[in-house]
């Protein structure tokens, strides 16, 4: 038998200057923690470090532009961006900090930036921003299971647009995605917390509803029109549900059953 | 800020176009209470628009704040290689110099006990080289020039690869900052070029 021995970041012997960043980063990723806080923790900690009274990071990353970041999450005006510029680097008051643990904390920025802006699109839906059909699904089992166990009640709703491929025809796929996001911000509002709305296909929606059975199924439906009516969208909808454990505790088969009701409103047939 | 709430709130309001920085203040419930955003996009109302809508989900009580970015900010993110002064300064005491210059982002710093005008001008160059960037020149003359009642400094570099001698002029506010004006005046084709970073 191989006996394999696990080394702990604590036992790695980094000698640079720049070692507290690296068990920095190491902790966080462990944690699954890596993103905007610790970008202003890196400046927290280098402030400390170096008696800073103030320190700036510019990082650029591909979807969010150039973005800046001051030392306690403090607010950056024109004047000291002007100071500071706007190329990626770190600025520090006094100017102490050696060029090498400078580049390192832009580095570790930009990484952690980037490491958050994959988590959030790894769970939530681009166009949209409410969760994408992979962490609906995740939360669908989680509720399924709950439900089984305890005997929680949840509803799922499945939310289909009505004459969708209508609007993206006529007036064009850039029409068409502007009313699947104003469709997803009336979700979004109109969920409570602790729910989950997501897109689950082109212009199919799903919520998941807990502690409800009926009754506020259709209390968050009005909502919906009520939010639908405050963005100004003349878009209809059409909606199945299937409510759990009274229906069925089986991810799949509450995705059946409100499927089927949903196709049954719309007075479509289905094999 | 430690909630994964308000993580994903500043990330969605720094994905908007244009958006360069998030401030958020909170009140005594840990609620947000104003947003501060620093903007460059040209549609400031749209950018507002669409900050409402976000902060709208999380914190709708909330106040939004936009500032715009100013010509001088924009104008050094588009001139990334521009080298600009951040500070100047001269002991009289010990008649030392010393001068941060900052380049993409980064900062140098240069140091000379040669007075205003020599160490202003050598100050400049160790700063330039703190950057990372090449600089084969040296220092071969400093003078201060009388010009219809006024002084400007002019500054003659020599090349260290061939003879070659580059001058600079410049008039500034005190002869140190136009000695290190007028150095960087003097490399300023050169430094146009491409520069080795270090």
Known sequence: MVKVDLIQPADLELQSSESWLFRSIIDELSRDELGISFIYRVLDKLAEKYQLTDAVVTVVQESCGTQVFRLGAASIDAELLTKTGTAPGVYCEPPVVPEAEREAVRMACQLALSTHLARFRADHDWLTCISNRRAFEAALKVAAARSARYGWAFTLVLVDLNQFKRINDRAGHEVGDDVLRRFGLALRRSVRSGDTAARIGGDEFAVILNNAEGSEASGFIDRVRSQLKTIEENVDFTIGTAVSPRDSTDPKELLRIADARLYEKRGIAIS | ?198
């Not at chain 2, 090449?134 to 002084?151: A, G, I």
């Not at chain 2, 506010?173 to 146009?192: H, M, P, Q």
Request: cysteine-free; charged content about 20%; glycine content about 6%.
């Open chain 2, 1 to 198: 800020m430690t909630s994964r709430t308000d993580e994903d709130l500043e990330l969605e309001l720094r994905s908007l176009p244009g958006v360069l920085s998030v401030n958020i203040t909170y009140d005594d419930r840990s609620d947000a209470e104003v947003v501060t955003l620093l903007a460059t996009s040209p549609d400031l109302e749209t950018t507002r628009a669409e900050a409402l809508q976000v902060l709208s989900l999380y914190y709708p009580s909330a106040s939004l704040v936009i500032d715009r970015a100013n010509d001088a900010a924009l104008q050094m993110s588009r001139d990334h290689s521009r080298v600009a002064i951040i500070e100047v300064d001269f002991d009289q005491s010990t008649g030392s110099v010393e001068v941060r210059l900052q380049h993409n982002g980064r900062t140098g710093f240069g140091r000379s006990g040669s007075g205003p005008l020599i160490g202003g001008a050598d100050a400049t160059l160790a700063a330039l080289r703190d950057l990372g960037i090449e600089v084969p020149f040296s220092l071969l003359s400093v003078n201060s020039v009388s010009l219809m009642n006024r002084w400007p400094v002019i500054v003659t570099l020599r090349s260290t690869r061939n003879d070659t001698d580059r001058m600079g002029i410049a008039l500034a506010e005190g002869e140190l900052l136009s000695a290190v004006k007028s150095t960087l005046n003097a490399l300023n084709r050169f430094l146009a070029t491409p520069v080795r970073l270090g």
